[in-house]
């Protein structure tokens, strides 16, 4: 079965920098686009950045665009979320998400919060 299993989180100071890995499992990851989404409290879950099967394209989201990087490794089964100069408004939990057969599958999230 699909799994997904996120980690990388934690507490960092505004301006400080965090690389999030989701590791995959249960499917054919070098055939499928990848997402990292997240979601505040209180707020909706929102997509943060995609990356396409093969790397070849990625897209972010207006807030993030210039401080966050996607990437994949389809050799590990690993895609990936830098993320610099990090704001207290990035808080948030961050999931991992494959769309696979029109099914969503999510990790469990991990949490990331941005405070002095």
């Known amino acids: 079965q699909v799994q997904l299993v996120e980690s990388g989180g934690g507490l960092v100071q505004p301006g400080g920098s965090l690389r999030l890995s989701c590791a995959a499992s249960?499917?054919?990851?070098?055939?499928?686009?990848m997402n990292w989404y997240r979601q505040a409290p209180g707020k909706e879950r929102e997509l943060v950045a995609s990356?396409?099967?093969?790397?070849?394209?990625?897209n972010y989201a207006d807030s993030v665009k210039g401080r966050f990087t996607i990437s994949r490794d389809n050799a590990k089964n690993t895609v990936y979320l830098q993320m610099n100069s990090l704001e207290p408004e990035d808080t948030a939990v961050y999931y991992c998400?494959?769309?696979?057969?029109?099914?969503?599958?999510w990790g469990q999230g991990t949490q990331v919060t941005v405070s002095s």
């Open positions: 249960g499917f054919t990851f070098s055939s499928y686009a």
């Open positions: 990356i396409s099967s093969a790397a070849t394209h990625t």
């Open positions: 998400n494959v769309k696979k057969w029109g099914l969503d599958y």
